[in-house]
């Protein structure tokens, strides 16, 4: 608690800019777009007491240089650069939350949205009682010219009816990355959301504890200028996850459905490996050893590419966490095995006591591999 003296002493001097709006401006290699953003939000919002907050993930282009470069000239803008950490929604809401400011938007940092639209949004939230503004590709004034080829386009539709069966309000533009709210609300709402992928819009409207009054506005999806999309299949994974995360009611987590899936991949892997072998005339016993190898191998690669995608080990942590990996797995098969054989000598069955040394197995290993091998930040 402040005491009246304190709250005094560290009164704002009067220059002080407080902002109304926070834009928070989520950027990967945007190092061209970083200036012209700044630019265009500045032409855009006259008479707005605005900040821009971009927040990058430690991009190799170096655009945090270029953001901060600009901040120390403009104190509107500032730069949270993100390390050891990837991920559009989960830098989305750090934006957010480092802001004060009543009102937040969210926009692309490669100028595909319409930043002209930013005025009216918050008018909309300041007037017409929204608590989200979503500017629509889809609604009346939208266009989505910006999405780059047909499938990108047919990706889009697949996935804005797939969400349209969970969302509480119908929108025409769900999948959009451009939106703007209240802060207080999402303050609220931000430890219920899951933060993976590109999705935070959804993520949002599928979080709140009430349904919000969300009001649509249409804008124009421009087509990149500069730098590249950072759309991959493993984005669109992560989307489907966030769907059942949500449909679950996050009672499993998102991380563990990914580990166990890996291990079945595994699994398939593994029996494939050892039937090639077997039939190629190898023992038995060095079959079975190169299908485990290989099996493990996989594991860890898909688990650290996809599993772990935000915390990724590379270079020598790479090789550490492998080791790491196989030791941890191996204990996981000693107590799978263990437990299953207990189990069968003291019933009949094969079925459970199988897959309960698996299950075991399988917890033990994403257990130790959440806590040991892939360690946030870890150095
Ligand atoms: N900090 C951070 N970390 N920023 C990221 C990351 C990341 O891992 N991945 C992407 N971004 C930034 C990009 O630099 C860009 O400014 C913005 O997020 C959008 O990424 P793009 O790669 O340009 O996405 P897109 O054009 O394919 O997709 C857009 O369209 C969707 C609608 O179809 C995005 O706006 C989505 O948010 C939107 O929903
Ligand atoms: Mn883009």
């Known amino acids: 608690m402040l005491t009246g003296s304190e709250t005094q002493s560290q009164a704002a001097p009067a220059a002080a800019h ?35 907050i971009f927040v990058d993930d430690d991009s190799p282009d170096g655009t945090s240089d270029v953001a901060r470069a600009i901040a120390v000239t403009d104190p509107r803008v500032r730069c949270i650069r993100r390390i050891g950490r990837r991920g559009l929604s989960s830098a989305v809401i750090e934006g957010i939350l480092s802001s004060s400011a009543k009102y937040f938007a969210v926009i692309d940092g490669d ?15 300041r007037e017409d009682g929204a608590d989200v503004v979503v500017a629509s590709r ?16 047919r990706l889009s539709t697949v996935g804005i ?3 349209h069966k969970l969302l509480p309000v119908k929108l025409t533009d769900p999948m959009s990355g451009f ?12 430890p219920s959301l899951t933060g993976q992928g590109f999705k935070i819009l959804l993520d949002y409207l599928l979080s709140t504890k009430t349904p919000p009054v969300v009001r649509e506005i249409g804008a124009t ?48 892997i593994h029996y494939l490996v050892l039937m090639l072998s077997l039939s ?22 898909l688990n650290n590419a996809i599993t772990y995608r935000d915390m990724k080990l590379k270079g020598s942590r790479l090789w550490r ?31 459970w006591p199988g897959l309960l040394g698996a299950a075991i197995g399988l917890v033990w290993n994403y257990a130790v591999s959440s806590t040991l091998v892939w360690r946030a930040r870890r150095r």
């Open 111 to 125: 100028r595909q949205h319409d930043e002209t639209r930013l005025p009216e949004m918050l008018r909309m939230l």
């Open 161 to 163: 009816s797939l969400v």
């Open 179 to 190: 939106f703007a709210g209240r802060r207080d609300l999402f303050e609220q709402t931000a």
């Open 321 to 351: 966490g492998l080791v790491e990996f196989m030791l941890v797995c191996g204990i996981g098969a000693a107590a799978n095995i263990g437990i299953a054989r207990m189990l069968y000598y003291q019933n009949d069955g094969v079925i």
């Open 138 to 153: 889809f609604a009346d004034g939208g266009d989505a010219a910006g999405l780059s080829s047909a499938w990108r386009y």
């Open 280 to 301: 190629s005339g190898i023992t038995f016993g060095l079959a079975q050893t190169g299908a485990t190898l290989v099996a493990m191998l996989t594991n860890f690669q």
């Open 221 to 268: 999806f421009r087509p990149r200028v500069e730098g590249e999309s950072k759309l991959s299949i493993l984005v669109i994974v992560q989307f489907g996850a966030l769907l059942l995360d949500k449909l679950f009611h996050g009672m499993v987590p998102l991380r563990f459905m990914s580990f166990a899936g890996v291990g079945f991949v595994g699994l398939i």
């Open 18 to 52: 407080a902002a109304e709006l926070s834009v928070i401006i989520p950027c990967y290699n945007e190092r061209g777009n970083v200036g012209p953003m700044v630019a265009q939000l500045a032409a855009a919002l006259g008479g707005i007491a605005w900040e821009a």
